[in-house]
C-alpha cells in the first residue's frame, strides 16, 4: 500500500512571516507552486497558499503586508506512514488541499492532492 510518505514533495519551499506578500508571490510564480510554509524564528508556523492570497489579501490587503497576516494556522500535518486513504480523508473533512509531513518534529515534505491525484493514477488498485 502506498503511503503519504511515497507520494510526497520532499523539496518544502519555506518563507519567514515577516516576508512581503508580493515577494511570496514571486516566489511562487518563479517556482510553480501554490503555497509555501511559512516559519517564524525558524519554526513552522502556518503555510499560505493561493487560496489565502485570492480570499484575504486582495480582498482586505496589501501586497507590502507581511504574510504571516495572511498565513492559515494551525498546520495540519501527518506522518510519512499515513495510508494515501487516510490523508484524502483529512484532506476532505477538512476541505484542504495540502498536508504538511512531519517525522520527528521536522518537516520533511509536503502532500497536496495533486499528489495524491498522481498516485492514485500511477497505482489505483494499490489505494
Do not use: H, Q, W
Not at 497558499?49 to 504571516?68: H, Y
Amino acid at each position: 500500500m502506498m503511503r503519504v510518505g511515497d507520494a510526497m514533495v520532499k523539496d518544502v519551499v519555506t518563507v519567514d512571516y515577516r516576508t512581503p506578500v508580493r515577494e511570496v508571490c514571486r516566489i511562487m510564480g518563479e517556482k510553480k507552486i501554490g503555497s509555501v510554509l511559512v516559519t517564524k524564528e525558524g519554526k513552522p508556523y502556518g503555510i499560505f497558499t493561493e487560496r489565502d492570497l485570492v480570499s484575504k489579501v486582495l480582498l482586505e490587503g496589501n501586497l507590502d503586508d507581511e504574510v504571516g497576516k495572511y498565513t492559515s494556522s494551525p498546520l495540519i500535518t501527518v506522518s510519512p506512514d499515513y495510508s494515501l486513504r487516510e490523508a484524502a480523508r483529512i484532506m476532505a473533512d477538512m476541505k484542504i488541499k495540502r498536508l504538511i509531513v512531519i517525522e520527528n518534529d521536522e518537516v520533511v515534505g509536503i502532500f497536496t492532492a495533486a499528489d495524491l491525484a498522481r498516485a492514485i493514477a500511477k497505482a489505483p488498485l494499490d489505494f
